[in-house]
């Protein structure tokens, strides 16, 4: 069977702001997918994005590898946690990339979640991280919120899309 993505709705931010918030997701598909170019506004090389569930920043656990262009390392928490990625000191006009997979969002069972993210700069060191995280929740998805770890804005033309995935 093909998969048939859908968009459900997406933006980009013509000014900062405090995150990206998707709400009354519809519970018409079988998976979710988004996908974001992200940069924050703290004053830093890196900040950590996070995601919310149904407004919950609770009850999350995940697993971690990541590297940097010269060694790699794994690490654990337990945050809705999505990659290190571009903060406003780091190469100038360069966005950071994450592709957030949500499989099976409507089932009564705990939510897994694939994260693929990478940063983009000049610099020697960029970080490039592989989640897997857990929400353990039964209930539906029918919010998902994403902001930064510092709690800093995400700037102008971060952008954010959700899709839903059928099979057909």
């Given at each position: 069977?093909?998969?048939?993505?859908?968009?459900?709705?997406?933006?980009?931010?013509?000014?900062?702001?405090a995150?990206?918030d998707?709400?009354?997701?519809?519970?018409?598909?079988?998976?979710?997918?988004?996908?974001?170019?992200?940069?924050?506004?703290?004053?830093?090389?890196?900040?950590?994005?996070?995601?919310?569930?149904n407004?919950?920043?609770?009850?999350?656990?995940?697993?971690?590898?990541?590297?940097?262009?010269?060694?790699?390392?794994?690490?654990?928490?337990?945050?809705?946690?999505a990659?290190?990625?571009?903060?406003?000191?780091?190469?100038?006009s360069?966005?950071?990339?994450?592709?957030?997979y949500?499989?099976?969002?409507?089932?009564?069972?705990?939510?897994?979640?694939?994260?693929?993210?990478?940063?983009?700069?000049?610099?020697?060191?960029?970080?490039?991280?592989?989640?897997?995280?857990?929400?353990?929740?039964?209930?539906?998805?029918?919010?998902?919120?994403?902001?930064?770890?510092?709690?800093?804005?995400?700037?102008?033309?971060?952008?954010?899309y959700?899709?839903?995935?059928?099979?057909?």
């Amino acid at each position: 069977m093909a998969n048939t993505y859908t968009l459900i709705a997406g933006t980009t931010l013509g000014t900062a702001a405090a995150n990206i918030d998707f709400s009354s997701i519809p519970s018409t598909y079988t998976d979710l997918l988004l996908k974001v170019s992200f940069r924050s506004a703290t004053a830093a090389l890196y900040d950590g994005l996070y995601i919310k569930l149904n407004n919950a920043s609770t009850t999350f656990t995940y697993r971690a590898i990541q590297g940097n262009g010269a060694a790699a390392s794994s690490f654990n928490g337990t945050v809705g946690y999505a990659g290190d990625l571009n903060a406003n000191t780091s190469t100038a006009s360069t966005f950071a990339s994450a592709e957030i997979y949500i499989p099976n969002y409507t089932a009564s069972q705990n939510k897994s979640m694939s994260i693929d993210a990478v940063g983009e700069t000049n610099a020697t060191t960029i970080y490039s991280h592989l989640v897997a995280s857990l929400w353990s929740t039964t209930t539906a998805i029918n919010q998902v919120t994403v902001y930064t770890q510092s709690g800093s804005n995400l700037m102008a033309y971060t952008s954010a899309y959700l899709y839903g995935i059928k099979n057909s």
